[in-house]
């Protein structure tokens, strides 16, 4: 803003423009240094990315021997490929909306176990971070003498239960089968 608004003078101006060039490429360099962008495995999870375009098969068969399957491809994906062909105009919204649209119009074993193994890569640490917030919160220096399943119970509630107290309490009252369940004397077996 300040070079538009001619507070610099030319020669300023250009002594800035060479600082900040310089700086840029700095930061260029450091990030090419420590990050993979070329020959990265996640750049060839972006043939997936159907708002840029249809897969090649060559681009499936790649990402097929990246997904630590022992397998080899299968046959089948040359033809999942054409059925997706076919069908890919019709297909609207987000890669994802895409995806999750073909998939419930086709039968494309191959290409869906590809697109789940992508799309369950997680893109940050943010929600182990929150677990490891939320067990912290659990595991205070009060209550030191909690054990690890206890926690992990805990977790678990906090986690997978998204209803309130008393909206529990009233799916818990009205389920006669787990208040029998509960209060007989008989074994149980945890289901995981």
Request: aromatic letters at 14%; glycine letters at 2%; proline letters at 1%.
């Given at each position: 803003m300040a070079m538009n608004k001619k507070y610099l003078s030319d020669k300023e101006t250009q002594e800035f423009k060479k600082h900040a060039l310089i700086a840029?490429?700095?930061?260029?360099?450091y990030l090419?240094?420590?990050?993979?962008?070329?020959?990265s495995?996640?750049?060839?999870?972006?043939?997936?990315?159907?708002?840029?375009?249809?897969?090649?098969?060559?681009?499936?068969?790649?990402?097929w021997t990246l997904t630590r399957s022992n397998d080899t491809p299968p046959e089948a994906l040359y033809s999942e490929l054409a059925i997706l062909s076919s069908v890919y105009q019709s297909l609207e919204g987000k890669s994802v909306d895409m995806w999750c649209s073909f998939f419930s119009k086709e039968s494309a074993p191959n290409l869906l176990k590809l697109v789940q193994h992508v799309c369950s890569i997680p893109?940050?640490?943010?929600?182990?971070?929150?677990?490891?917030?939320v067990m912290g919160n659990i595991w205070t220096n009060e209550r030191?003498?909690?054990?690890?399943?206890?926690?992990?119970?805990?977790?678990?509630?906090?986690?997978?239960?998204?209803?309130?107290?008393?909206?529990?309490?009233?799916?818990?009252?009205s389920n006669k089968t787990l208040l029998k369940a509960v209060a007989s004397?008989?074994?149980y077996v945890k289901k995981k």
């Open positions: 840029y490429q700095r930061a260029v360099a090419e240094k420590w990050f993979q962008f070329e020959n495995v996640f750049k060839s999870f972006s043939c997936l990315d159907l708002e840029r375009g249809l897969p090649t098969l060559d681009q499936l068969i790649e990402l893109v940050s640490n943010a929600f182990v971070e929150r677990i490891f917030s030191n003498r909690l054990g690890l399943e206890t926690v992990k119970s805990e977790l678990c509630v906090f986690f997978n239960i998204n209803s309130s107290c008393t909206d529990f309490k009233e799916r818990v009252v004397n008989a074994k």
